[in-house]
């Protein structure tokens, strides 16, 4: 079964630089989220997008963006990368149809080294 | 605000052992529970999934209850092997396709 691809899987950046990471949800799932995991620590919650429009904001960075697509691909944007944006990045997929609360999917990650 | 508490921090048992990794949480408006796996340096894997109006789920050796009254749910593992060594994290949904708030986990080591 089709799983959450996340990419890249790896992603090494310098101090100030800007990098994207892309997340393809499960085929049918209409909600997307984003979350940061430091070392040794619990995953943070960033964003997430319902049916391609922003559903809650959690410890997003002023200099992080993301957007879900048409097609329900999401993007995050990192800008002006600090040496403490080094984390484990996770998308997770789920579907919410009416009141029924999906179960959560998540990718393999996207670790983001900043030197 | 919704604070989720795993109890213990880590735990250590032989082989064979049935063991119980305990979460809290401190608002009981939660639409579901769920816990999860992760090995060092990989992603989150599904294992349970509590709906707010069950009170358990079972898939193989593993059992997880729910009391929204308490604030409490528990991950009973039957029969521990090594291979069940990793962190557990349960995390709670507060409302539909809001986020989802983790506890700090529970790192688990089955000794051969």
């Known amino acids: 079964a089709a799983g959450v691809i996340q990419s890249p899987r790896h992603l090494i950046k310098e101090k100030r630089e800007t990098a994207t990471l892309k997340c393809y949800p499960i085929p049918r799932h209409d909600t997307v989220y984003w979350y940061q995991q430091g070392p040794g620590q619990d995953p943070q919650f960033l964003i997430s997008f319902y049916e391609k429009m922003q559903s809650d904001k959690g410890s997003i960075p002023d200099r992080f963006s993301a957007q879900q697509f048409s097609d329900y691909h999401s993007e995050l944007n990192m800008s002006s990368l600090e040496l403490g944006d080094s984390a484990l990045y996770f998308c997770?997929?789920?579907?919410?149809?009416?009141?029924?609360?999906?179960?959560?999917?998540f990718g393999e990650g996207s670790r983001l080294t900043v030197l | 605000k919704q604070e989720v508490t795993q109890i213990p921090a880590a735990l250590s048992v032989p082989e064979g052992e049935n063991l119980v990794l305990n979460c809290s949480f401190t608002?009981?408006?939660?639409?579901?529970l769920q816990w999860f796996r992760q090995d060092p340096g990989k992603g989150l894997t599904s294992l349970l999934l509590?709906?707010?109006?069950?009170r358990e789920q079972t898939s193989g050796r593993l059992n997880a209850s729910l009391d929204k009254s308490s604030g409490r749910s528990t991950l009973y593992i039957a029969a521990s092997q090594p291979g069940d060594s990793a962190t557990y994290l349960c995390a709670v949904l507060i409302s539909s396709a809001s986020k989802i708030i983790f506890g700090s986990g529970t790192r688990l080591s089955i000794r051969p």
């Open positions: 997770a997929s789920s579907l919410n149809s009416g009141r029924a609360a999906g179960e959560l999917f």
């Open positions: 509590i709906q707010s109006s069950q």
């Open positions: 608002d009981s408006a939660i639409y579901n």
